[in-house]
């Protein structure tokens, strides 16, 4: 799927983009549709989207897992962390600044664009001291007029790439029993759901958090061992729908 226009995305090439579709194809085949008709369910969902109006804007940022190394090393490592813990504010430039996080988090990014990228997205922002803070703990990548398209591809591709793991996993494989789990009610409330809503962000960050420090444990204690590295890691994310269309 190469673009003729530069500036458009080409992001997601057809490798990545026959990944993407095919547990839903594999679930339509299944519930009866034929081939025929599932190209035509594909390509009028395409045409829907050229006409589609959204709220927000899809904006290409690049890769994305320098800018989370950025806001995980802010958030770790002493040299940026205030006497009770805490991220400190910082400045741009100096010796424990925010290009000196860049250069060390990661060295492939340009200090300016990132902290312009974080900002955008709410991650940082500028106090009465010209300083710059960190309020997100995780690289949040949607904002009320934009998201990235890097991190949204990612995930989706993870989601659809676990479900045609476990569809095609053999008997007897050796490999990891991938999973989904998933809580829900249809009889909530608005205001209960609002609620819910919160609650659910507020724990699902703290747990977050945990796998995100065994990971970084283990991550180091994995450069002392030979082998091959896996990517391994966890998704989640909010339902909330209509009950009697699932939108």
């Known amino acids: 799927m190469q673009s003729r226009k530069r500036h458009q ?45 959204s709220s927000r804007s899809i904006e290409e940022i690049g890769r994305t897992t320098g800018y989370a190394d950025v806001v995980t090393y802010w958030s770790r490592n002493k040299e ?56 997100k703990p995780f690289f949040v990548v949607s904002s009320q007029t934009k998201m990235a398209l890097e991190p949204v591809s990612a995930f989706l591709t993870d989601a659809s790439s676990t479900l045609s793991k476990i569809l095609r996993r053999p008997r007897g494989s050796r490999e990891p029993e991938l999973f989904w789990r998933k809580v829900e009610s249809t009889r909530i409330s608005d205001a209960d759901a609002e609620e819910f809503n919160a609650f659910a962000s507020e724990r699902s960050l703290l747990f977050l958090e945990e796998l995100d420090d065994w990971l970084e444990a283990h991550s180091k204690s994995a450069k002392k061992r030979s082998g091959q590295s896996r990517r391994v890691g966890l998704g989640v994310f909010l339902i909330h729908s209509d009950p009697e269309n699932g939108r």
Do not use: M
């Open 80 to 135: 940026f962390l205030d006497q009770r813990g805490r991220p400190r504010a910082l400045p741009f430039n100096g010796r424990n600044s925010f290009s000196r996080l860049v250069q060390i988090a990661a060295s492939g990014l340009d200090p300016q664009r990132t902290l312009e990228v974080l900002t955008d997205y709410g991650n940082v922002r500028k106090n009465r001291y010209r300083k710059y803070e960190l309020i």
């Open 9 to 53: 995305i080409v992001s997601i090439d057809r490798r990545r983009a026959i990944s993407l579709l095919h547990p839903i194809a594999a679930f339509l085949r299944k519930a009866g549709l034929n081939r025929a008709e599932t190209l035509e369910c594909f390509t009028a969902a395409f045409d829907r989207s050229l006409t589609a109006k």
